[in-house]
């Protein structure tokens, strides 16, 4: 970790662990009594579901649902998943709030332009509580992909091209989003992405892949992650780029060895949409995947 990133947090860090002994306990024996295939299960998120739809995979155990649309829909799919699933584990919902819920607040760029992470702070606790009204409990956001490239069409959704001020913005939202305690009201599971290098894809073309030196992806891009990480961010998100020829969704040294072994993060790692789905190659192409 480098001196910037072990420095950045405007904001107090958030316990690594807020669990009572009776809540691992439980936990535990829920583990315990799953399958694999209830596992992987539980693993998954579904999106762009009809509400039927919702309900029928809440039953069936799966981990989490993008938001149905309204907390009167969001109360339904709950309440399946809690009385009639196998288990009755609650469901996460997912969605993604960036800048704003109801209330509609500048671009991440833009806020980045006040140099405050105060405001990013206050952004984020507002954003979180109004998405909370509506039952939503996990966003995809703060987004702290360092941008050096105008072309890249996804600028403004982050803190921009400084990896201190991205760092510290990034931080102070993680805060804002899941308060002091994730069981306080009005907080949501706050989500640190694209990791990593995605704002440095060639040309500027999203999706594109990414080619650099060890040495600029710790000192450019990974400072803002290990401030969401040393901040308490619940859920880190894989970027669909590749670094020097390798998926960052196939990563073994990226996910595992820096995010967990050196950044030390034990939350959960989200693919981004179709990230996962992407590594598997269409049949007649498979022979020639190295």
């Known amino acids: 970790m480098t001196a910037d990133a072990r420095t950045a947090p405007a904001t107090p860090a958030a316990p690594a662990d807020q669990l009572t002994d009776a809540q691992r306990e439980r936990i535990e024996d829920i583990l315990a009594s799953l399958t694999w295939e209830e596992k992987l299960n539980q693993a998954q998120i579904t999106f762009k579901m009809s509400l039927e739809e919702c309900l029928e995979a809440a039953r069936s155990g799966i981990g989490a649902l993008f938001w149905p649309g309204s907390a009167a829909d969001t109360n339904a799919v709950q309440r399946a998943a809690v009385e009639e699933s196998a288990h009755g584990i609650p469901l996460l919902i997912g969605l993604d709030v960036i800048h704003g819920q ?143 020829g390798r998926p960052v969704h196939a990563s073994r040294r990226l996910l595992t060895g820096v995010l967990r072994g050196e950044l030390g993060f034990t939350g959960a790692v989200v693919g981004d949409a179709s990230g996962v789905e992407n590594l598997i190659p269409p049949a007649g192409d498979r022979k020639s995947v190295v």
């Open 102 to 244: 109801r209330t509609i607040f500048p671009t991440p760029l833009a806020m980045a332009a006040s140099f405050s992470p105060d405001v990013a702070r206050a952004c984020a606790a507002v954003s979180a509580a109004e998405a909370r009204s509506g039952g939503v409990t996990w966003t995809y956001s703060p987004m702290v992909d360092v941008s050096r490239d105008p072309r890249w069409g996804r600028v403004a959704e982050g803190f921009g091209e400084d990896p201190l001020l991205s760092a510290a913005m990034g931080a102070a939202m993680v805060a804002g989003y899941q308060r002091e305690r994730l069981g306080f009201p009005g907080a949501v599971v706050a989500t640190a992405k694209h990791y990593i290098g995605y704002g440095a894809a060639e040309g500027g073309r999203d999706y594109n892949t990414v080619d650099m030196s060890d040495q600029r992806l710790r000192s450019v891009y990974l400072p803002p992650f290990a401030a969401c990480v040393e901040a308490g961010a619940g859920a880190v998100m894989a970027s669909f780029n590749t670094v020097n």
